[in-house]
């Protein structure tokens, strides 16, 4: 259904939308299939936040095809380098160079996220973003506790929310 109503309607929100669902979807998306999909999307036409949820499934979908040149590719497309770029593609990037076995790279990304959402309020952070957020001390591997204390933040959170899939992750983790 996410896949008619990608190529069924000129509505770039609903467009966007739909591509989100088919990325959460069972099969998910490719790398080559999502930059195709993503290529005729009017991102312009998009809000920041819209565009920024398909930027991080951008850089997760390249993790899980293992696709190193292509994390390359979006760092520089997306800027991360800049000095106020935004945490949460700082993080997703980070997470994906460790993740691919790029620790130094991974790692001062990840300590720019840190020190990028140091003013952050978690209680203004939702779904991905705060999943994001409680995640980056447990891929630093150092502060344990830390890393706990975001997981059982997180999984209050979404409990309250109803989001069950994120609440059991976030419990789980919180346990590690």
């Known amino acids: 259904l996410a896949g008619r109503v990608t190529e069924g309607t000129s509505d770039p929100v609903l467009r966007a939308r739909a591509v989100l669902?088919?990325?959460?979807?069972?099969?998910?998306?490719?790398?080559?299939?999502l930059d195709a999909v993503l290529s005729d999307l009017p991102l312009a036409a998009l809000d920041k936040e819209l565009r920024v949820r398909l930027d991080v499934n951008r850089i997760w979908t390249a993790m899980s095809a293992a696709d190193v040149a292509r994390l390359d590719q979006l760092g520089k497309e997306l800027d991360v380098s800049h000095a106020n770029a935004r945490w949460d593609l700082v993080a997703s990037l980070g997470m994906a160079y460790t993740f691919v076995g790029r620790h130094d790279r991974g790692v001062a990304l990840l300590k720019r996220a840190v020190a990028l959402s140091a003013?952050?309020?978690?209680?203004?952070?939702?779904?991905?973003?705060?999943?994001?957020?409680?995640?980056?001390?447990?891929?630093?591997?150092?502060?344990?506790?830390?890393?706990?204390?975001?997981?059982?933040?997180?999984?209050?959170?979404?409990?309250?929310s109803g989001r069950p899939t994120l609440t059991a992750s976030a419990a789980f983790f919180s346990q590690c």
């Not at 669902?21 to 299939?33: F, I, S």
């Not at 502060?143 to 979404?158: E, L």
């Open 21 to 33: 669902v088919r990325l959460e979807g069972p099969r998910g998306l490719g790398p080559d299939e």
């Open 119 to 160: 003013d952050l309020d978690p209680e203004l952070l939702a779904g991905e973003p705060l999943l994001l957020w409680a995640m980056i001390p447990g891929w630093l591997g150092k502060d344990a506790s830390d890393h706990r204390t975001r997981m059982a933040y997180m999984a209050k959170r979404s409990r309250a």
